[in-house]
Each structure stands twice: as C-alpha cells, then as structure tokens.
C-alpha cells in the first residue's frame, strides 16, 4: 500500500540556531584515515570550504564515494560563502541572475502529447489555473522555479515536497539546503530501514545508494522538530556530478577561492584610487624651504626620505605641496588600476564565468566579436542554459504528473489513461541576429529541412495554437473581402499576399485567355520547326 503524500512541513518564525545545524560530527568520514578523510582542517574534497586559509596545502584526499567528498560542516561552509557572494559581489550576482532569467525565462508551458486532445486541452486549462496556488506559501510556479534554480546554483541543491492541503489539494514546498542535515547523534536506525541503509548529509540510502528519504531539521536542537520526508513523496533540486553524489555542491566551489580575492583586490583598488583622487594639482615653488607661505603650510609629510610641507584647504579637496624648486602647477597623475591589473582581474574572471559555463563577453562587453564568434559564444551559452533546464525539467514534469494525478482523484479532471504524457515548451532560445535566424528557417521549413515545431520552439511558442490562430486570420480575410464589392477584382491569393509574406502569390492572376492554335490564328507565326543543325 502505498504512503500517502506528506503533509506540509511546519516552521516556528525563531532563526535556525547553529547548535541544530552544525553537526559535531561527520558520518561516514569518521570511518576513513585522517590523511584520507580531512585535508586543511577537516574541509574534504572542496577548497572552497576552506577561504579563510590562504595557504595552498599539497595533500589531496584519496579517491572514495562522491558522497564524503563533502561533509555536512563543509556543505554548509560552502552554502554560507556562496549565498555570501552571491548577495555582496554584484558581478557573481548578475551571472547567477542572467543564467536565472535564460533557464526560466517566459515559457515552461505544458502541452499534453497522448492522443485525447480534449482532455489534453482540460487539463492544460487546469495547470495554469493551479499554478497560481500551487505553492504552499501561495507563490507561482514561476517565482517557485525561479527560487528552485537559484538555490540549486547557490546551494548545490533545493528540496521539494509533494505535499497537500487539508481538502487534499495538491501543493508543493520548498526546503532550503540547509535544512537538510544529519545531526551527530542520530542514527539510520531512528527512521526505519534495513541494515544496510545509510544516512549521509540529510539523505536516505539503501544499499544501491538509491535515496529512500531525506531528514528535515527544525530549529529544536534536540530534534524533536526534525521530519523524516520519504523520497516517493520529495525531489532533490540538483546538479549532481558524480555517482553517489548524494547531495549536491554548490556551483561556485571551484572558484570560491578566486572569487574572494577578486572581491578583495577590487576593494583594495577602490580605496587606493580614492586616495589618489583626491589629490587634484602639486604646485611647484621657488625659493628654499621658507618662503612667505609657510605660515599657511600647516602640516608636513615626509615624502621619500625629504619633509615636505603641505598645505590643506576645505578639508582636504585642495592641497598645496611645496617642492624644492621650480614655479608651477602640475596635475597629479596616476594610473590606478593599471591596465596590468584590469587585465589580469579580467582574467580571474574568466576563469570563474568558465566553471559556470557561462561566456564572460556576456556579461561585459562584445567589442572586437564578430558576428561568427557571437554566435559561437551563444551558442555555448545555450548548452548551459539546455543543462539547466534539463534538471529543472525533470522536477518540473514529476510536479505536473503529480498535480494531474491528485486533480484526477479529487475528480476536478476526468480519468485518462494516457495522464503522464506531458512535454513542456521551453523559453526562447538566444539569439543574435533574429532576421536572419527567421530567414534560414523560412527557407529550411520550404525545404523539409525543419518542421513548423521545430520553428515556433525555438520561439518558445507552440506550433498548434499558432497554427490554428494563423488559420483563422486567413479565414477572417478572406470573408472580409468576400464582403467588399470594391475587392471583388482582386484575387484572394492577391490579398493574402499583402498580409501573409511567401504563403501566396505576390501578383494577382491574370484573366484566363482561350488557348491560341498557332496553325489557325493568322497574326500568330507558326513555330519555325526546321532543323537548324545544319545551319
């Protein structure tokens, strides 16, 4: 028999308190050699948990199971650098938002694919209805998908309940990554299971390391909050690389690092340009030290070994410098940051946008691309975005099916046996040069090449209903003009060419004429039939 969906999980309004969080100790690493088992402090696999050494240690842990590659403290070390970054650095921001609004963007709409168009048509109706309140909280499926991304990216992965109302309505919930977590005294056995069952990280293993359950923690440190949410009835949000991963890493790890002395030498840089800037023009007098201005220098510096006096005036926005000799004006130039150093930051970036999968002329500028190399670019650009949409889809048809499953058993949808035949059609895809994407795809429709599906997908549009829409604007025109005396002249195919460009003719037909007999009409010459070979 099988569980019913879980209920919707109930949380106080106080904080997450750290002693409920931050495991004392770690499962499954405790069973390894130390060498094996911790590397710089205990932080495994990932130097990113790691940021506030800066020394680069040689040891590297042994190969072992992916799942304890990264601790439960390390996972939220990474969680808390990485939302860190995220908030505070604006250029990790707008690369996590821009691989945000590509994967989400304005489509994900679901279009049933079995044979019952009807019911299809029903239940799609029902779907966008109940993704207005699909969510617990009360948000949309978009800004749900939106929060479901950004954590995966972020965190490394987002949990979503299948849950209920009280009338059994179907709803969703979102769990923060850091919600799912083993404390150091629980034990497989508190949750059921077999022997051979492991809990690593908040998720539930059976022997295959097929997850069967995840543990949400609640702010009780003493876990009495903690709910134990059986994998049939929950989806983990995430972008797994390894097999027996568990659990996932976020996206920045392998730049963490990097990113925090990108942050670090920008900040530096801002503070050294802004004591240079205020620093507008060095005068340049003659005589010695003592001069009938020194009763205004009132202050002295020492500048390379020599005690130079200075002269501040409206708190420091005009200095006065007296030098050794020579009577003028000189600005003051500097060059801070040098082009050295933007180009070697640049560089840095480069290296995080690439671990993102993301090209970094997106992000600050096209200048020297050409055309060739900007659709290259995008079109790396658009396998991310595909790889993300790949994870997110895949959480996003179990959702569907089991939203449709539940509107089916409340009797809200009728029965169809075909009710898990669904596709979804995806955002647009990016493009540089519209007009001549429309243009090669005209061409390639006319040619076979390509089919009216493939065409309006790649718009984010369904071809049906805007094949049906075309259709009854053709339908609508042509009984326009059937109405209008004044067009009676004119063709149909004529009219519809001024609307509908390639679909008809471009001139309107001719008056048919009789056929004329070459041998029978006198001012037509008869076709000259003698062979001219010889000539």
């Not at 402090?41 to 040689?58: F, I, K, N, T, V």
């Not at 795809?441 to 094949?467: C, H, I, M, Y």
């Amino acid at each position: 028999m099988k569980k019913k969906p879980s209920k919707a999980i109930s949380r106080p309004k106080s904080p997450v308190k750290a002693k409920g969080t931050l495991p004392a100790k770690t499962t499954g690493n405790d069973k390894l050699p130390k060498k094996q088992a911790f590397v710089r402090g205990g932080y495994g696999l990932y130097r990113g948990a790691d940021y506030q050494s800066r020394q680069r240690a040689p040891l590297i842990p042994l190969p072992r199971d992916a799942k304890y590659d990264c601790s439960s403290f390390s996972q939220l070390r990474l969680m808390a650098l990485g939302r860190f970054m995220d908030s505070n650095v604006s250029w990790i921001r707008g690369l996590v938002n821009e691989i945000c609004n590509n994967v989400v963007g304005a489509g994900w709409t679901p279009v049933f694919e079995g044979k019952n168009q009807n019911w299809g048509h029903q239940a799609e109706t029902w779907l966008v209805n109940w993704h207005k309140v699909c969510d617990v909280r009360g948000q949309q499926m978009k800004t749900v998908m939106w929060q479901a991304l950004r954590g995966t990216i972020v965190d490394g992965d987002q949990l979503s309940i299948l849950t209920e109302t009280n009338t059994h309505y179907p709803q969703v919930q979102q769990i923060p990554a850091h919600r799912i977590s083993t404390r150091s005294y629980q034990s497989t056995e508190q949750f059921g299971g077999d022997a051979n069952a492991q809990m690593q990280n908040g998720v539930k293993t059976d022997k295959l390391g097929r997850p069967v359950g995840y543990l949400v923690t609640g702010d009780d440190p003493e876990g009495n909050e903690d709910e134990f949410v059986a994998a049939q009835n929950a989806h983990l949000i995430a972008g797994q690389e390894w097999v027996a991963q568990g659990r996932g890493v976020t996206a920045m790890a392998s730049f963490l690092n990097e990113a925090v002395d990108i942050d670090d030498l920008s900040e530096l840089l801002k503070f050294a340009a802004k004591i240079l800037a205020s620093i507008a023009l060095i005068e340049n007098v003659e005589g010695d030290d003592e001069g009938d201005d020194e009763e205004f220098l009132n202050e002295t510096s020492l500048q390379n070994g020599k005690e130079m006096a200075i002269e501040e005036i409206y708190g420091g926005m005009i200095r006065k410098f007296r030098a050794g000799s020579g009577g003028k004006l000189e600005a003051f130039e500097h060059q801070q940051p040098s082009t050295n150093i933007q180009e070697w930051r640049r560089e840095l970036m480069r290296g995080c946008y690439a671990a993102m999968g993301w090209p970094i002329e997106l992000a600050l500028d096209f200048k020297g691309l050409t055309g060739s190399n900007t659709r290259a670019i995008l079109e790396k650009a658009q396998k991310t975005v595909e790889y993300w949409q790949t994870i997110l889809g895949y959480w996003y048809y179990r959702v569907t099916c089991y939203a449709i499953a539940k509107a089916m058993k409340l009797g809200l949808l009728p029965w169809n046996p075909e009710w898990y035949k669904w596709d979804f059609q995806l955002p647009k895809k990016m493009t540089v040069d519209a007009g001549r994407d429309s243009q090669q795809d005209r061409a390639n429709v006319a040619a076979g090449l390509t089919t009216l599906s493939a065409v309006f997908g790649k718009n984010g549009l369904r071809w049906k209903p805007e094949t049906d829409q075309w259709l009854d604007e053709v339908e609508y025109l042509v009984e326009g003009i059937n109405k209008r005396p004044a067009l009676k002249e004119l063709t149909v195919q004529y009219i519809l060419s001024q609307r509908f460009v390639n679909t008809f003719s471009g001139k309107p037909a001719a008056p048919e004429k009789p056929a004329e007999d070459p041998e029978t009409d006198p001012e037509t010459p008869a076709e000259d039939k003698t062979d001219k070979t010889e000539e």
